[in-house]
DNA sequence: TTCCAGGCAATAC
DNA sequence: GTATTGCATGGA
C-alpha cells in the first residue's frame, strides 16, 4: 500500500532533492549534507521550519548567512537578542532562538550521530524535528511524520488520524525497505503532494491518489 | 480580512 | 493520559 503510494507520488513530481542546502535543492544527490557545516545548517533549518512555511525559513537562514551567524560556535556565543532579530522572518522567534541555543550546545560537544532519545532531550526539538534531524542532516533511515502525512494517510484511508506519533511511523517504517533515500524522497514527495491537496479544506479533493487504485 | 505553514512545551481537563 | 493553548511572521 505505501510502497505503491510512493510509487505514484515519485512518477507524479520526480525526485525532490531535500533537503535543501543554501537554498539549493539537489535531485538524486545523496550525500548532502557533505560536511559539518552543511549537517548543521539542517539542524538549524529543521528547527526554524517549526509551524511555518520554508519562504520564511529561507529568509531567516539568509540572514544567519549573511550576518555570519550559521555556525555552530556563532550562535552559542552570540547575544539571545541579536539572534531573534536574525531569525524574525521564521516567526516565533522568542522560542526559537532558545530553541537554537539548546540544540547549539547540544550539538557542540556532541562526537558522530545523535541518537533519537538524546534530540528528543532538547527542548525545542520533539519528535518531527528529531527525525527530520537523523534523517536528513545524519541519513538514519527514520521516517518523518508530519501534519501533512497523517492529513493524506486519514484522507485515505490508511489510519484513522487518531494514532500517536510513533504509531504511524511505525506503520510506515514497517511497510517499506529501511532506505534513508527512500525515507527522504518519500516525505519530501508526501509534503509536495500534500501542498496541492491537502493545505485547505477540505482536504483530499481530487487527489489522484484517492480515485480508485487503493480502494 | 482571514487562513495557513515542513511543531513544541506548558497547562488544563 | 488526552485535549487545549500560546507562540509570530509573511504570503495567498
Redesign the pocket.
Known sequence: MLASIYKKLLEEYDYQG???VLNN?HPRDYNTPNNINEVFE?CV???L?????????M?ALSNLVNAGFLSPEKIKDCNIRTL?KLI??????????G?LKNFTEFFIKKIGTPTREEL?N???????????ILL?AYKVPTFVV???TK?MLESLGVIKG?E??DVVKDLIEKELPKDYKLFQEFH?LI?EH??HY????PYGVNDFLNTGFLK
Open positions: 531535500w533537503w535543501p535543492y539542517v533549518g529543521a528547527i521550519t517549526q509551524n511555518t512555511n520554508w519562504n520564511n525559513v529568509k531573534k524574525t522572518p521564521a516567526g516565533y522567534y522568542n522560542q526559537k532562538a530553541y528528543l532538547i527542548k525545542g526539538v520533539g519528535k518531527e524535528t528529531a527525525d527530520s536528513y508530519d501534519a501533512y492529513r487518531s500517536d506519533y519530501a509534503v500534500a501542498k491537502y493545505s485547505k479544506k
